[in-house]
């Protein structure tokens, strides 16, 4: 059955992923949004012919606009045009690709008008989890995880009864610094940080990978997916990333989700639920992968990760305002402007400062953010 989706984020590694995937299954595109690269949207435009396209960027916009005038799309400027594409009624999928805080308005309004999301946006949830969670369901919205750990989840917990799962469990590649010490760490150069072992990824969620904050998102992530208490999610170094995640249940059964990195297969199962694609192809080959191993998260040097567990705990903005801060640190170690270890050193500064609503609402989540923004970047004076 074909089915129209907007891709929000096209020009990013999911979303071009996602544009390969649909293309395949024969899916029309509604809306492809970016932010500054005009001259790969313009590539997508003329192979795809989606109705709109978004520049977040205002020059960016203006030179796609010249560079596509022959063709039938139109093009749109600002934030706004991307949530209006996300809450356009006569579409079936909105596939969330957005980086940072920037995709939780566009998810909401989504969900507002009916709309199925696709969500790899983790922020989404990290900043406004119980908000769109409860949104969701009084909309009757499908949410479904692109993650590749969330996707794996997500499969494992189908057809069992959820007071049956007694703990989920989340795998993390330990990021491009694993068996190294706390005091190897110092003078980490952006190149180094970049070099993730296994999945080829954006910088920001890279950066990311190689702190751990990574798998604190993922985790709260988890807990709002699938409602289950923190005490009750692990996150487990797998080196290999060949097990995607885990659940445990009640009588000791574990199930796995496993498999070679491809992002194909948690994008295409997102967007065709309970369907499956086809992919011919090479298969997992157990014999070329003779060893699984896995070991406990070194929490003395991955501090985001028990910061992460904080804000979890503490609910309210606590998570909102961790977020923003580590996207203002993570942007700034990218050009330049601040060492590796200033990254945790500056969410934690915006924590013991920050202001924090215990039942926030839209407004407050986006106050949260600014003020957590503002306060990272007091820190590394920017």
Same mark, same amino acid.
């Given at each position: ?19 390969? #995937? ?12 970016? $932010? ?7 590539? /997508?435009?003329?192979?795809? %012919? ?9 020059? =960016? ?6 560079? #596509?005038?022959?063709?039938? +799309? ?22 969330? !690709? ?6 939780? @308005? ?5 969900? /507002? ?10 922020? +989404? ?24 750990? &969330?996707?794996?989840?997500? /499969? ?39 070099? $993730? ?40 170094? %797998?080196?290999?990333?060949?097990? %995607?995640?885990? #659940?445990?249940?009640?009588?000791? !059964? ?5 498999? +070679? ?27 070329? %992968?003779?060893?699984? +191993? ?5 929490? #003395? ?23 923003? =801060? ?22 934690? &500064?915006? @924590? ?6 215990? =039942? ?23």
């Amino acid at each position: 059955m074909s089915k129209i989706v907007s891709i929000l984020g096209s020009t990013g590694s999911i979303g071009t992923q996602s544009l390969k #995937v649909c293309e395949k299954l024969g899916y029309r595109l509604y809306a492809l949004t970016a $932010h500054a690269n005009w001259q790969l949207m313009e590539q /997508q435009i003329r192979q795809f %012919h989606p109705a709109v396209a978004v520049m977040t960027d205002p020059q =960016a916009a203006q030179k796609l606009q010249q560079a #596509v005038e022959d063709c039938s +799309t139109a093009v749109l400027c600002g934030m706004q045009s991307v949530v209006e594409a996300a809450e356009y009624p006569q579409q079936d999928v909105v596939i969330n !690709a957005l980086m940072g805080v920037a995709g939780l @308005l566009p998810t909401v309004r989504a969900i /507002q008008a009916g709309n199925d999301v696709a969500l790899a946006n983790k922020e +989404t949830l990290v900043a406004g989890g119980k908000l769109v969670m409860q949104l969701a369901k009084e909309k009757g919205v499908r949410l479904t995880p692109i993650d590749s750990e &969330h996707s794996a989840i997500f /499969q494992c917990l189908q057809g069992n009864l959820a007071q049956a799962v007694e703990r989920l469990i989340i795998t993390a590649s330990g990021g491009p610094f694993y068996g190294r010490t706390r005091e190897q760490l110092k003078g980490i150069k952006k190149e180094q940080a970049l070099r $993730h072992p296994n999945w080829s990824m954006g910088a920001k969620i890279t950066i990311d990978s190689s702190t751990l904050m990574n798998k604190g998102l993922e985790f709260i992530e988890a807990m709002w997916l699938f409602s289950m208490p923190p005490e009750r999610i692990s996150i487990l170094v %797998h080196p290999q990333s060949i097990i %995607h995640s885990m #659940v445990e249940f009640e009588d000791g !059964a574990i199930k796995a989700q496993l498999g +070679t990195p491809d992002m194909r297969m948690p994008i295409s199962l997102a967007l065709m639920y309970p369907r499956r694609a086809n992919r011919p192809g090479e298969r997992f080959d157990f014999l070329k %992968h003779p060893q699984l +191993t896995f070991a406990e998260v070194d929490r #003395v040097k991955y501090p985001a990760l028990d910061i992460a567990y904080d804000c979890l705990r503490r609910r309210g903005t606590a998570a909102c305002t961790m977020n923003g =801060a580590n996207e203002v640190a993570v942007a700034a170690f990218l050009g330049g402007r601040c060492a590796w270890l200033d990254i945790v050193r500056a969410i934690e &500064h915006a @924590l013991n400062r920050a202001s924090f609503a215990a =039942a926030p609402t839209l407004a407050d989540y986006a106050a949260a953010d600014g003020e957590a923004r503002r306060l990272a970047a007091e820190f590394l004076a920017l």
